[in-house]
């Protein structure tokens, strides 16, 4: 990847530690899907992912779970409303970049 990148150019790599079971089942299925997407209706969908997760955030919400649910790997806590289901069942961040 860095031979793309200009000389005082900087790269940054995200590496997740453990995704829930549901989340790899959700982006299992979206990769299985795009890769057959035409490269106008993947970026669509992708836009259409960020604006979700745009939305999502604008909620300013949070959701409390009281207890762990150990099968689905979530643990009790306050969460924000994006960023619990960004991190437990779907990728969905507001961001799309393109490169």
Not at 38 to 51: E, H, Y
Not at 73 to 78: D, E, F, L, Y
Request: charged letters at 25%; aromatic letters at 12%.
């Amino acid at each position: 990847m860095t031979k793309f990148l200009n000389q005082d150019g900087e790269i940054s790599i995200y590496v997740y530690n453990k995704k829930s079971l549901i989340r790899e089942f959700f982006d299992d299925h979206i990769r299985e899907t795009t890769v057959n997407m035409s490269f106008s209706d993947c970026m669509k969908f992708s836009k259409d992912m960020a604006l979700l997760g745009k939305s999502l955030s604008k909620l300013k919400n949070k959701i409390t779970i009281t207890n762990d649910i150990h099968v689905l790997g979530i643990k009790s806590g306050t969460y924000d409303v994006q960023r619990f289901i960004y991190w437990h069942f779907l990728k969905c961040s507001g961001i799309l970049l393109i490169i």
